[in-house]
């Protein structure tokens, strides 16, 4: 079936926004990628350092120089929390009672390593439509293409409801700040329709992609302590038990280290069949790039690297729907050079637990803190401390309420107009604590939940890139979705 001819109006977007990007979206993101924004997990001295607030300073300042009509914009900071922005526009179409919701961030990751020799974190470079450095794509471009949408629709007088924006500077730290701001802007946020979320990802770029679920995340430091200095290891091994073999040991209660399934029944949930019907459409569409998209480091591509399963089906809902372990750092050795025959007194390992969408995530944390520390072997000092905040430890994945029928007629026309393609629907490994709090808080809202996050563009990871083009249609895609907002 032929794709609908493209309106009007929906040239009209797509060009107000392809120029916009071109003109002052990647020249904004491009001094944005400069600045080493860290989220405050990465940076415990943020507010000394003030890199946050430049970033927040510098997009607040952008916002306000566009002069959308009726635009009001407030740099919100509470005692101790890091600073979001909040804008309020007034709706244009005559009557509409409901509010949308826009959403992004501006914290960053840390730098990582392994960046290709002429790129870096905080040095951009634009080559081939690809904006490279951190924080660009994950999301610092969020603010700026959701006023450019704005702005598109109001240059050529489509009516539109009104819209509000919350860009926060802690999501990468599981957005910890992020409930105080929704309590205290909750009387001035009104009754939410649509929200409209931009910190997600594409399965390829050649569609728009809907977001239909998020895993939730419990991370933190476990800490297997067995002597109060190193000693001898020729004097002491076999004695004295290994740090890391107390840890492994541990670990192991968690994951099946053969396999990487996690073993308590209570970190799973079941996968609802309307999940593992998009989960084969996707598939169909995707095939084996779904784990082709990944640096293998054995074969191009994936040329003779095995993933854990080269079923499209089984490895969407593999990252999508099912828990997995990550450990992301280590503490407690020395480097490979300077590491002598010592038997090392503790050691550490920062855990990444992705949970399945429908797993209460402080929940999960402190069944997994239990889980680590009873019962230690040899009865060494285990302990593990998870992140968050007392009261809020761990975050909650989302599963997207079902598409009220006006949304998905817009979504998928948006994606034919733009795209020349249907609508995706894909569920996303990572996390983004809003969503869940949205759900509760809104539960009546409707969720566009997307974003540029292609193959090959690697957040959190070296050589990390904005697919501008991509960011182009999105923009207008964006735009179309708010004026079809009831």
Request: net charge negative.
């Amino acid at each position: 079936m032929n794709a609908p001819a493209r309106t009007a109006e929906a040239a009209a977007l797509e060009a107000f926004a392809s120029e916009a990007w071109d003109e002052r979206i990647v020249p904004a993101i491009t001094e944005y990628v400069k600045v080493p924004a860290k989220s405050p997990m990465f940076d415990a001295d943020w507010a000394a350092h003030g890199l946050l607030d430049r970033v927040v300073t510098d997009a607040a300042r952008w916002v306000e120089s566009r002069k959308v009509a009726g635009l009001k914009l407030e740099v919100i900071r509470l005692p101790g929390r890091t600073p979001v922005i909040f804008f309020d526009i007034p709706a244009t179409k005559p009557g509409s009672t409901d509010t949308v919701l826009l959403y992004g961030h501006l914290d960053k990751q840390p730098e990582f390593s392994g960046w290709r020799s002429d790129l870096g974190p905080w040095t951009p470079k634009y080559e081939n439509g690809l904006l490279y450095g951190r924080g660009g794509a994950d999301d610092g471009y969020a603010v700026y293409a959701a006023i450019t949408a704005i702005e598109a629709l109001d240059r050529q007088g489509t009516p539109r409801p009104r819209c509000v924006g919350l860009i926060e500077s802690c999501e990468e730290s599981g957005s910890t700040d992020l409930p105080a701001y929704i309590d205290a802007l909750k009387p001035r946020l009104g009754d939410i329709a649509l929200v409209v979320c931009l910190d997600s990802g594409a399965g390829n770029y050649d569609q728009l992609w809907l977001t239909t679920s998020l895993r939730g995340m419990v991370s933190g430091v476990l800490k297997v302590e067995i002597l109060t200095e190193g000693v001898h290891s020729g004097d002491a091994s076999g004695l004295v038990p290994s740090s890391f073999r107390i840890l492994r040991h541990v670990l192991d209660r968690l994951e099946d280290s053969a396999t990487g399934r996690l073993l308590p029944e209570a970190f799973h949930c079941a996968i609802p069949d309307s999940r593992v019907a998009q989960a084969r459409a996707t598939a169909a569409v995707l095939k084996d790039e779904v784990y082709k998209r990944f640096p293998w480091a054995c074969g191009a591509d994936g040329g003779t690297a095995l993933p854990t399963t080269t079923d499209p089906v089984e490895a969407l809902l593999n990252r999508t729907w099912r828990p997995t372990l990550s450990v992301t750092g280590a503490e407690g050795f020395p480097e490979p050079r300077n590491a002598g025959n010592v038997l090392r007194p503790y050691t550490a390992f920062k855990l990444s637990l992705r949970l399945p969408p429908l797993v209460d995530g402080h929940e999960a944390s402190m069944r997994l803190k239990a889980l680590l520390e009873d019962n230690a072997p040899y009865n060494a000092k285990v302990t593990f401390h998870p992140d968050g905040r007392a009261g809020a430890l761990g975050a909650t994945g989302w599963n997207a309420p079902e598409l009220a029928p006006w949304l998905e007629r817009a979504l998928d026309a948006a994606s034919n107009a733009h795209f020349g393609a249907p609508l995706g629907y894909i569920g996303q490994g990572g996390t983004i604590p809003l969503m869940s709090m949205l759900a509760a808080g809104f539960p009546k809202a409707q969720m566009m939940v997307c974003g540029v996050l292609g193959p090959k563009s690697n957040a959190h990871g070296p050589n990390e890139f904005l697919h501008v083009p991509y960011g182009k249609k999105l923009t207008a895609a964006v735009a179309g979705v708010i004026a079809a907002c009831p």
